[in-house]
T-cell receptor, first 116, second 114 residues
C-alpha cells in the first residue's frame, strides 16, 4: 500500500532557529513528493515538489526539502523560522490508481508553531 | 486572476437534507478533485474527474455524488446517506492527467450539520 507518514503532530521552534518537519513515504516505483501549507480555514498552498533530479529541492518562502531514497524521507526545512510560518503543513505522495494519474495521498499534517 | 472558487464558504445542513457544494475553476485544467478534511486525519479523496462527463470514486465516496457536465465545474452533493458530513471540504484541480504537476486548491467549504 502506498502511504505517507508525518510522525509529529506539532513542531515548536523559536523564531530565527532552523526548522524541520518530517515526512516518510511508502510507494511502489519512483515517488513524486509534494509539500503544501494550510493557514486556518483556507485551502492548501503548494510549497515545493520532488519529481526527479537533485535531491535538494527549493521552494516558496525560503523552504526546501531533501529527498532521501534510502530512508524514504522527504523532510521540509527552513534555515531561519518566522512567526508567519506558523501553519499546518502537509506532505503528499502521488500514486497511480487504476490508470489515473496525479492522485495524491496526504499525510495527517504537522502543525508548526513558531514562537517570537 | 485564474483560480478555483468554492462556494459557499460556510454551509449548514439539517439532518436528512441533501446539500451541494460548488467548485468552479478558470484555469482550463482537465482534472478536478474533492477532498474531505477532518482534524488529525489529513485529506481524504472523495471523487475525482479527469475529463468532462467522467468521474471516479475515491477512498470515501459513500454518501456523496458528483457531476462533471462542464470542464470548469465539479459540484459535490452531500446526500442524507452521509452519516457524518460535518467537515471541511476542499476542491482541487490539476492541468493535465498526463503530467506530474502540483494541485491547485480552492479556499474550502466548511459544512456543519445542525
Amino acid at each position: 500500500a502506498q502511504s505517507v507518514a508525518q510522525p509529529e503532530d506539532q513542531v515548536n521552534v523559536a523564531e530565527g532557529n532552523p526548522l524541520t518537519v518530517k515526512c516518510t513515504y511508502s510507494v511502489s516505483g519512483n515517488p513524486y513528493l509534494f509539500w503544501y501549507v494550510q493557514y486556518p480555514n483556507r485551502g492548501l498552498q503548494f510549497l515545493l515538489k520532488y519529481i526527479t533530479g537533485d535531491n535538494l529541492v527549493k521552494g516558496s518562502y525560503g523552504f526546501e526539502a531533501e529527498f532521501n531514497k534510502s530512508q524514504t524521507s522527504f523532510h521540509l526545512k527552513k534555515p531561519s523560522a518566522l512567526v508567519s510560518d506558523s501553519a499546518l503543513y502537509f506532505c503528499a505522495v502521488r500514486r497511480s490508481y487504476g490508470g489515473a494519474t496525479n492522485k495524491l495521498i496526504f499525510g495527517t499534517g504537522t502543525l508548526l508553531a513558531v514562537q517570537p | 486572476d485564474g483560480g478555483i472558487t468554492q462556494s459557499p464558504k460556510y454551509l449548514f445542513r439539517k439532518e436528512g437534507q441533501n446539500v451541494t457544494l460548488s467548485c468552479e475553476q478558470n484555469l482550463n485544467h482537465d482534472a478536478m478533485y474533492w477532498y474531505r478534511q477532518d482534524p488529525g486525519q489529513g485529506l481524504r479523496l472523495i471523487y475525482y474527474s479527469q475529463i468532462v462527463n467522467d468521474f471516479q470514486k475515491g477512498d470515501i465516496a459513500e454518501g456523496y455524488s458528483v457531476s462533471r457536465e462542464k470542464k470548469e465545474s465539479f459540484p459535490l452533493t452531500v446526500t442524507s446517506a452521509q452519516k457524518n458530513p460535518t467537515a471541511f471540504y476542499l476542491c482541487a484541480s490539476t492541468p493535465d492527467r498526463g503530467h506530474i504537476t502540483e494541485a491547485f486548491f480552492g479556499q474550502g467549504t466548511r459544512l456543519t450539520v445542525v
